[in-house]
RNA sequence: GGGAGUGUAGCGAAGUCUGGCUAAACGCGACGGACUGUAACUCCGUUCCUUCGGGUUCGUAGGUUCGAAUCCUACCGCUCCCA
């Protein structure tokens, strides 16, 4: 049995609130309609939290409707409020670099023929201040800006003029894409609500009251413990190959509770529902194998970084955790482990506390002895458990590599100058 | 402008009255180890640096003292109340 678009959303658990599902249907139904993400550059990459819209509007376009993107140039300078501070404001160097990194990333992720990539900074960057103001501020009520959620929190610390204004920007862009690119629904997550149906309202207030414009958002995605999803070791998981490489990001879906993991697949797969119940059903009566997460780990990193990083995350994965490193070449050393951590050794003998050190491997001499005298380091596959051992970097894989683990599962490549 | 608080290790938070036993309790996080499924839970260890002698810390700068996170002075930051 074949699900709408909206059906599908909710039994993936990705529907939050939407604005008029019946309408939105049957705006689907009457013809090919768009959808759109907005994300402003705040770094220079995106990161997993981002990839949750973007799966949505992807399904949007996978059930026929065209699906466009802001990369939010404008609205990026500018800073959408957070419900607690201000937000520092970027320099337009920072700004640039960061549109062409999201830009780039976004047309990897959706640059087919029916994906519009556009930059806010196009219309609202052309607006003069009078313009703004007799055109769009008149249609806006300071009283209904207000009673937006991340505004009244921001009442009580402060709020700039600037920051409150982000929702007039937001708005402007829904309806420019409205007009231009006959978008009729915006995606967000759920602290985007409010911006979402400024859009709405003006749309409403341009166009007339039977213009069609819809909205729907995404619940906040934590994991079975409560937590905010996306983190691994306190660190932020980036589509970014060179901040995340692909091998860790396999390793970060591989490594999900079996709690987690279904909700993962309906979320960050286009796996139908049979396929995913199916994996549930081995969740239940034999998680050790861990297919769901195997499973996972492949369409995940496969829609982020291709087919081919798969193969490389699951050949490094096996060469790690079963075979033996220290028999490896040169070559399949250079091969394998370019996806991870990397730093400079020189080609002389060293001791082990200041080679780890050194080479950022630990972050003070004490830790390297701690952790050297607990076992938890290996050298070229071997466990060196004596502080006072000297490494040769030159002794394996042609005096190319040194391949150190740190813990169970932490490697790391010196390469020799 | 007046008044009351408050600032301690990555975070939270004791210690301050009654100075030394305090490199500083405890919790969280983080990092290791055992167990395991490259899990979860649980358990154990570590968590300022070190040439392992010691060195430098409790907002900042001075002062009192044999000795200060603890007492005094000034300054800076934050919070709350009144105007």
Do not use: C
């Amino acid at each position: 049995m074949k699900m709408n678009f909206i059906e599908d959303l909710k039994w993936r658990g990705a529907l939050n609130q939407i604005t008029d599902e019946a309408g939105l249907l049957e705006a689907m139904a009457s013809g090919k309609v768009g959808a759109y993400v907005g994300t402003d550059p705040t770094a220079d990459s995106l990161h997993l939290g981002h990839l949750i819209p973007f799966m949505v509007l992807k399904r949007f376009q996978n059930a026929g409707g065209k699906a466009v993107i802001i990369i939010g140039g404008a609205t990026g300078a500018i800073g959408d409020p957070r419900p607690t501070t201000e937000r520092q404001l970027l320099s337009s160097e920072q700004l640039a670099e960061n549109e062409k990194g999201i830009t780039a990333q976004v047309t990897k992720l959706f640059g087919d023929n029916d994906t519009r990539i556009v930059n806010n900074n196009d219309w609202l960057g052309q607006l003069t201040l009078t313009d703004f103001l007799r055109d769009y501020g008149k249609l806006f009520s300071i009283n209904v800006m207000l009673k937006k959620d991340v505004v009244a929190s921001r009442l009580e610390t402060g709020i700039s003029f600037t920051e409150f204004t982000y929702q007039v920007l937001q708005g402007i862009d829904f309806h420019e894409l409205w007009r231009r690119e006959d978008v009729k629904l915006q995606i967000g997550g759920s602290d985007q609500w409010g911006n979402i149906t400024s859009g709405i309202d003006l749309i409403h207030s341009l166009e007339g009251n039977e213009a069609k414009a819809f909205g729907l958002t995404i619940p906040l995605m934590t994991d079975s413990t409560g937590k905010k999803f996306g983190k691994s070791e306190g660190n932020a998981i980036w589509l970014d190959p060179k901040k995340t490489s692909p091998y860790t990001f396999y390793q970060f879906w591989l490594n999900q509770g079996d709690a987690d993991v279904v909700k993962y697949l309906k979320y960050f797969t286009f796996l139908g529902s049979e396929e995913i119940d199916d994996l549930a059903e081995a969740v239940a009566t034999n998680p050790g194998e861990r297919l769901a997460q195997r499973r996972l780990a492949q369409e995940v990193t496969k829609f982020v970084h291709g087919e081919a990083a798969v193969k490389e995350a699951e050949d490094l994965s096996t060469a790690l955790f079963s075979g033996n490193v220290a028999t490896l070449s040169a070559a399949q050393i250079a091969d394998a482990f370019g996806g991870v951590p990397s730093f400079e050794a020189a080609n002389t003998v060293k001791n082990i506390v200041d080679f780890l050190v050194d080479g950022g491997v630990e972050a003070s001499k004490r830790q390297a002895r701690e952790d050297v005298a607990n076992g938890a380091i290996s050298i070229n596959g071997e466990k060196v458990t004596d502080v006072a051992a000297e490494i040769n970097p030159l002794s394996h894989y042609d005096g190319q590599f040194v391949l150190v683990r740190r813990g169970k599962k932490k490697y790391f490549l010196g390469k020799i100058k």
